[in-house]
Structures are given as structure tokens and as C-alpha cells.
């Protein structure tokens, strides 16, 4: 396909240019600390590329929500040490006093960080007046931040219609794989899609039944799923309510020509608690003071099977409830399953959300997937079918 967007490929000499790059550093910080540097390495390459081929470097960012006012606990000024151990070079801190004249001194090459755009009440509402205060330092804009491509504000969404707009390496990488994975994928496509409540998961089923050939659900969402289906779930997380809509969705998938599996074999336990006296029954089996806590070993087993006769699978959602032992037996067998077809050729493999990710790395396959996205709710959204303003902005 196509690319409706341009790359750092497309954007020539930029010796001494002003480069506006929008990176997301909302880092987790414990103790003054960042406790997860992921979205500081996923900067590197956009970040450096750009300073050896001589270009000022200008990182934009938000951090935390400040609401709009300046607030010293949501300073970038506390990443900047961290951003440089990951860069392996000096990162300049510029605050937004005064920031056009620093901007003015940097040399060729230079890397600077400037404060949280959220200090600026106008970030959040795409407020003209900041996007042209943030399009006066540079000469170019690079949106890296996939992470933050749902929101139409002023470092996503608006700068891209002021300066020329570039996607960044990261932002390139995930839209590649996206397109792969549910844009233009080669079939059969399986989807998984776990979680505890399908009502915040609707969306995604409803667009993606449309779109794939098997649709794997799992998580707390099954149980909703089984019961529609005249199952007694016991004492399992169930949206008794919305029985109806998974019914709808069902009957989507059977227009659609789309398999919905479900597991007919499941995990259950009296008590939610780590490693409980636990029982493996038939999904008709389940006691009234039980709970459905995990697929099955019979249905995952099954699900291994869908999988090697498909090209192309979208993962969001464990299966089970992954946090807790032994109910991540479904997840981690499932994606080592996903892991070795992707290193064998056989499949593309996406994945994403903060749950995802997690469950991934548990399984230790974290990095075995063709592509694992970190963006949470963009990654939804995408898989919602939504248009997402920031990398809309960017196919122009």
C-alpha cells in the first residue's frame, strides 16, 4: 500500500534546521525516579538520526496532567538526565521562559527538551494561539508519539498544518504494522481480544468482526459471551446486561463470515487469590460459587490450532486472569504459540496495550512479535477503526 504520510526519508538536507519533534516522554516515576524507560529508548532513533544529519532538535512532550498551569511536579526538567542516559549524549532542558532566545543558541547537532507542553492551557484544546507559539521555534514538525495520535491537540495535531510534517521512525514503524495487521493484511487474520468487561471493548468487536476470519475472545468479556450462549458462569465477572449485544455481535460475525471462539473448557476457582485449590471443567461444568478465572488447557490447545492456519493476527487483552498465578497458563502458552510462528514465517504478529504488553513479557515473547505497540488508548482506538487526528494531520 501506499503511504498517505512522509518520513524522515522525504525531508532532504536539514543541516541547521529547526526541528520540532513530538516524542511522548510520559514516563512512570517512583521515588524521583523513572521506573519504566520504554518510551525514553522509542525516542532514540527518531531523536538521534535527526541531530547527525545537523538539524537543532526540538522535543516536544507532555508529562502527567497539569491542567494548564505550570506545576514543578510535572516538569520534563526531571527526564532530562534520564533522556540523556538512554541518547547516550547532552540533552539541554529549555523552559518556556525565555525559550526562543535559548532555541537561538543552540549549535548544529544540539538536542534540547522543552518543558511539558501541558503547561500551556491551549495544548489540550488545540488552541491556535499555542499552536503558533509552538511553530515559531522550528522550520520542520515530526510527530514520533503514536502513543498520543488520539488527541487532537496542538504538538499532535495542530503543528502539522502550520510546518512541514513528518512522521518519526517510531511512528513510522507502528503505522507499517498496523497497516499490516488490520489496514491491508494477508488472511486468514485472527484477532484476540481479552479483557475483564466487553462494555469497554465493544467497539473493537463490532469493527472487528467485520475485518477478520477468527475472533478469539477471552478475559472477564467471555464469560459475558458464554452466558448469551444459555451458559451458567456462576459467580464469574459478567455483564449480565449486555448479553444482548454480544448476541448482536455473534450474529455480526456469522454475516460477516467471522468465527467467534469462545472457550469450552475453562479454569475455575472458589476465591480469587494467587495459586487457589482450582478445577479444569467443561463450560457447563461450572459451579454456582465458582468463577471462570482462565481458558481451559483443551481450548488453548484448539485456539494453537486456529493460529497456524492464519497469516496475520491483532492481540489486545490477556485470556485469563494473567496477574495472578495459575491463571496466565492460557495467555503465556497462546502467545509462545504466536512467538515461534512469527519466528518461523508464518505469521505476522501485532499486539498492544498496556495489558497486552505486560502479558507478553510475562510469557517472555515480548520482543518475538513482528510488532508490540505501547500506545494504549491509540492502539484501541485504532482497532475501534477511528480516524486518529495525529497521524490524519500527518497524511496530507
Given at each position: 500500500?501506499a503511504?498517505?504520510?512522509?518520513?524522515?526519508?522525504?525531508?532532504?538536507?536539514?543541516?541547521?534546521?529547526?526541528?520540532?519533534?513530538?516524542?511522548?516522554?510520559n514516563?512512570?516515576m517512583?521515588?524521583?525516579?523513572?521506573s519504566?524507560?520504554?518510551?525514553?529508548r522509542?525516542a532514540?532513533?527518531?531523536?538521534?538520526?535527526?541531530?547527525d544529519?545537523?538539524?537543532?532538535?526540538?522535543?516536544?512532550?507532555h508529562?502527567?496532567?497539569?491542567?494548564g498551569?505550570?506545576?514543578?511536579?510535572f516538569?520534563?526538567?526531571q527526564?532530562v538526565?534520564?533522556l540523556?542516559q538512554v541518547?547516550?549524549?547532552s540533552?539541554?532542558?529549555?523552559d518556556?521562559?525565555?525559550?526562543?532566545a535559548?532555541?537561538a543558541?543552540?549549535?548544529?547537532?544540539?538536542?534540547?527538551?522543552?518543558?511539558n507542553?501541558r503547561?500551556?492551557?491551549?495544548?489540550e484544546?488545540?488552541?491556535?494561539?499555542v499552536?503558533?507559539?509552538?511553530a515559531?521555534?522550528g522550520?520542520?514538525?515530526?510527530?514520533?508519539?503514536?502513543?498520543?495520535a488520539?488527541?487532537?491537540?496542538a504538538?499532535?495535531?495542530?503543528?502539522a498544518?502550520?510546518?512541514?510534517?513528518?512522521?518519526?521512525r517510531?511512528m513510522?514503524?507502528e503505522?507499517?504494522a498496523?497497516?499490516?495487521?488490520?489496514?491491508?493484511?494477508e488472511h486468514?487474520?485472527a484477532?484476540?481480544?481479552?479483557?475483564a468487561?466487553?462494555s469497554?471493548?465493544?467497539?473493537v468487536?463490532?469493527?472487528?468482526?467485520?475485518?477478520v476470519?477468527h475472533?478469539?475472545?477471552g478475559?472477564?468479556?467471555?464469560?459475558?459471551?458464554?452466558?448469551?450462549?444459555?451458559?451458567?458462569?456462576?459467580?464469574?465477572?459478567?455483564?449480565?446486561?449486555?448479553t444482548g449485544?454480544?448476541?448482536?455481535?455473534?450474529?455480526?460475525?456469522?454475516?460477516?463470515g467471522?468465527?467467534?471462539?469462545?472457550?469450552y473448557?475453562?479454569?475455575?476457582?472458589?476465591?480469587?487469590?494467587?495459586?487457589?485449590?482450582?478445577?479444569?471443567?467443561?463450560?457447563?461444568?461450572?459451579?454456582?460459587?465458582?468463577?471462570i478465572?482462565?481458558?481451559?488447557?483443551?481450548?488453548t490447545?484448539a485456539?494453537?490450532?486456529?493460529?497456524?492456519?492464519?497469516?496475520?493476527l491483532?492481540w489486545?487483552?490477556?485470556?485469563?486472569?494473567?496477574?495472578?498465578?495459575?491463571?496466565?497458563?492460557?495467555?503465556?502458552?497462546?502467545?509462545?504459540?504466536?512467538?515461534a510462528?512469527?519466528?518461523?514465517?508464518?505469521?505476522?504478529?501485532?499486539?498492544?496495550?498496556?495489558?497486552?504488553?505486560?502479558?507478553?513479557?510475562?510469557?517472555?515473547v515480548g520482543?518475538?512479535?513482528?510488532?508490540?505497540?505501547?500506545?494504549?488508548?491509540?492502539?484501541?482506538?485504532?482497532?475501534?477503526?477511528?480516524?486518529?487526528?495525529?497521524?490524519?494531520?500527518?497524511?496530507?
Open positions: 500500500m503511504r498517505t504520510f512522509k518520513t524522515l526519508d522525504d525531508m532532504g538536507d536539514i543541516t541547521g534546521k529547526r526541528v520540532l519533534v513530538r516524542e511522548d516522554l514516563v512512570p517512583a521515588d524521583g525516579k523513572v519504566d524507560d520504554t518510551r525514553l522509542a532514540i532513533q527518531t531523536v538521534a538520526e535527526l541531530a544529519r545537523g538539524a537543532k532538535v526540538l522535543i516536544l512532550a508529562f502527567g496532567r497539569p491542567k498551569n505550570p506545576n514543578p511536579e516538569s520534563l526538567s527526564v538526565k534520564p540523556e541518547l547516550g549524549r540533552v539541554r532542558y529549555i518556556w521562559e525565555g525559550d526562543a535559548s532555541v543558541t543552540l549549535n548544529d547537532g544540539d538536542i534540547a527538551l522543552l518543558e507542553t503547561f500551556f492551557g491551549g495544548e484544546k488545540n488552541d491556535p494561539a499552536v503558533d507559539r509552538f515559531a521555534l522550520d520542520l514538525y515530526v510527530n514520533d508519539a503514536f502513543s498520543a488520539h488527541r487532537a491537540h504538538s499532535t495535531e495542530g503543528l498544518h502550520k510546518l512541514p510534517a513528518f512522521a518519526g517510531q513510522e514503524a503505522l507499517d498496523l497497516d499490516k495487521a488490520l489496514g491491508n493484511p486468514p487474520v484477532a484476540v481480544v481479552g479483557g468487561k466487553v469497554t471493548k465493544l467497539d468487536l463490532k469493527h472487528l468482526v467485520a475485518k476470519d475472533l478469539i475472545i478475559g472477564g468479556m467471555a464469560n459475558t459471551f458464554l452466558a448469551a450462549r444459555g451458559v451458567d458462569v456462576g459467580k464469574s465477572l459478567c455483564e449480565h446486561d449486555l449485544t454480544a448476541e448482536e455481535i455473534m450474529d455480526a460475525a456469522d454475516a460477516a467471522c468465527t467467534v471462539h469462545l472457550p473448557d475453562v479454569v475455575v476457582a472458589k476465591e480469587f487469590r494467587a495459586n487457589p485449590p482450582v478445577r479444569t471443567v467443561n463450560v457447563h461444568e461450572v459451579a454456582a460459587d465458582e468463577m478465572l482462565d481458558v481451559g488447557p483443551a481450548a490447545e485456539l494453537a490450532d486456529v493460529l497456524k492456519t492464519c497469516k496475520t491483532v489486545n487483552g490477556p485470556l485469563g486472569a494473567f496477574e495472578i498465578p495459575p491463571f496466565d497458563a492460557a495467555t503465556v502458552s497462546l502467545a509462545r504459540t504466536a512467538a510462528l512469527t519466528k518461523e514465517g508464518q505469521l505476522v504478529s501485532v499486539a498492544g496495550g498496556g495489558d497486552t504488553v505486560a502479558a507478553l513479557n510475562q510469557a517472555g520482543g518475538e512479535f513482528s510488532f508490540v505497540s505501547t500506545a494504549g488508548g491509540a492502539f484501541l482506538e485504532w482497532m475501534e477503526g477511528k480516524e486518529l487526528p495525529g497521524v490524519a494531520a500527518l497524511a496530507r
